[in-house]
């Protein structure tokens, strides 16, 4: 009995150590992953090349101040196998939550500028992402009333063109969103103008967008549309005028080339004339060379 518990044990042994010298023998060969991928620029493991290039700078915060708090911070959504994140003033991110290799990390979006209608901030405008086809990727930003900052929902209503829902109670105010006490005093007496030339029919409705979009650009809060026309350097002309000795310098040699041309025709046609009276003359207009004739002198 004795020797039949033994042989049992050293089978068992034998079955395990061969079982583990298999295993081994194949974990050598194996992939084996000990932690999940760090995505967009965190990724320490992605060669430069390969990780998110923007396609230009954001533009300059602007908008109501109290936003403003919202600069350098980050608001991430997870949705389905995506990782969104949102970094108002900066740009949008979208991550793939992916062990594929080529799982796909992108931006959707740099912040370029506001959307406003009706004296009231309706939305913040990523444009310039990663290119999709022959265009680029965009998202607008719809902000809504809400007790803390978060996304709250990510969408693609038509393609490469996003719609993101941020929640805050940073605009939960009736006043919080609108565009007419973030101007200048300067700018806001330029749009009361407007506002009064359309009430007395002096502006159609056309020509006072148009006036208000100049508004909104100077205020930084719309990309100018305007095009950047670059002025070739102007040749300053000499601002001292010629010398009037100088002037008259000149007008004597054309009357004495002439002189010398009319003197050789009367000569070939043996025509007598005064050369003395003729030269004298010239002399005296040449003394006074501010505009006296030298009349007096004759």
């Known amino acids: 009995m004795n020797l039949m518990c033994l042989r049992q044990s050293t089978l068992i042994r034998l079955t395990v150590f061969v079982s583990f010298s298999i295993y081994y023998a194949y974990a050598g060969k194996m992939k084996i992953v000990e932690e999940p991928n760090t995505f967009g620029l965190n990724n320490h493991i992605l060669s430069p090349g390969n990780r998110l290039q923007p396609k230009v700078n954001p533009s300059s915060v602007s908008g109501p101040e109290h936003l403003h708090s919202l600069a350098g911070k980050c608001f991430t959504l997870i949705e389905s196998m995506y990782k969104y994140e949102f970094c108002p003033f900066h740009n949008i991110t979208q991550h793939e939550q992916s062990f594929r290799w080529n799982a796909y990390n992108g931006i959707l979006g740099i912040w370029q500028e506001w959307e406003i209608a009706n004296n009231t901030f309706t939305g913040m405008w990523m444009r310039d992402g990663d290119t999709c086809g022959v265009k680029n990727r965009e998202t607008k930003v719809l902000l809504v009333c809400g007790e803390s900052s978060k996304l709250t929902q990510v969408s693609e209503p038509s393609t490469c063109l996003y719609s993101l829902t941020f929640e805050s109670p940073l605009v939960c105010h009736p006043h919080s969103l609108l565009?007419?006490?973030?101007?200048?005093?300067?700018?806001?007496?330029?749009?009361?103008?407007?506002?009064?030339?359309?009430?007395?029919?002096?502006?159609?409705?056309?020509?006072?967008?148009?006036?208000?979009?100049?508004?909104?650009?100077?205020?930084?809060?719309?990309?100018?549309?305007?095009?950047?026309?670059?002025?070739?350097?102007?040749?300053?002309?000499?601002?001292?005028?010629?010398?009037?000795l100088q002037?008259?310098?000149?007008?004597?040699?054309?009357?004495?080339?002439?002189?010398?041309?009319?003197?050789?025709?009367?000569?070939?046609?043996n025509i007598p004339f005064d050369s003395k009276s003729s030269e004298v003359k010239t002399t005296a207009r040449v003394t006074h060379p501010k505009g006296d004739t030298g009349l007096n002198v004759l």
């Open 179 to 244: 565009v007419y006490p973030t101007l200048t005093e300067k700018l806001q007496e330029e749009w009361d103008e407007a506002e009064q030339a359309r009430y007395e029919g002096l502006l159609t409705e056309q020509g006072y967008n148009n006036l208000l979009r100049d508004i909104f650009e100077e205020a930084s809060l719309l990309k100018s549309q305007k095009v950047r026309v670059i002025k070739q350097p102007e040749v300053v002309a000499s601002s001292v005028p010629p010398s009037t």
């Open 247 to 269: 002037k008259c310098y000149e007008d004597l040699q054309k009357q004495s080339e002439e002189i010398a041309r009319l003197r050789a025709l009367l000569t070939q046609h």
